[in-house]
């Protein structure tokens, strides 16, 4: 909870562009709380929103929030869709996948390092090709398209 009231101490000061990527570090020892010496050198808020705000500002905070909107836009889409079961069942997994990124997120990092970020970008990608691939199937154009 300290770190947290830190990071919002941190935004305050910085809402609009951020500390920067990966400036978090250098920037916390000025932010922390006493009670909080234990841990002087913690590279991110462990919270998504606050780590985004932290690092890139109120856009990435907006960035963050569209690319949600959009996935769980195309998710809904296709698990409302008719789909052959191999491809419905992916789409479940990606919703799945970007439940435990988030909730992962929540208390740890979950997208600020290359391989979270990789698996991030991976699912969402995954989404828009399974997107591109059902709107090929001539059942979806007759039923899941309404």
Do not use: C, K
Request: charged share 15%; net charge negative; proline share 5%.
């Amino acid at each position: 909870l300290y770190l947290w009231a830190s990071a919002l101490r941190m935004i305050g000061d910085h809402p609009f562009l951020g500390v920067g990527l990966d400036n978090f570090l250098y920037q916390y020892p000025q932010y922390m709380f006493p009670e909080a010496w234990q841990e002087p050198n913690i590279s991110h808020p462990h919270n998504i929103m606050l780590d985004f705000w932290a690092r890139i500002g109120i856009l990435g905070v907006a960035a963050m929030g569209w690319l949600q909107w959009d996935f769980w836009r195309r998710g809904w889409r296709l698990w409302n869709a008719t789909l052959p079961r191999p491809q419905r069942s992916l789409v479940l997994a990606l919703m799945a996948v970007m439940i435990d990124t988030l909730v992962h997120g929540l208390i740890d990092n979950s997208f600020f390092l290359i391989d979270l970020a990789t698996i991030f970008w991976f699912t969402y990608g995954l989404m828009l090709i399974l997107e591109q691939i059902s709107s090929r199937t001539p059942a979806l154009s007759a039923e899941g398209t309404q």
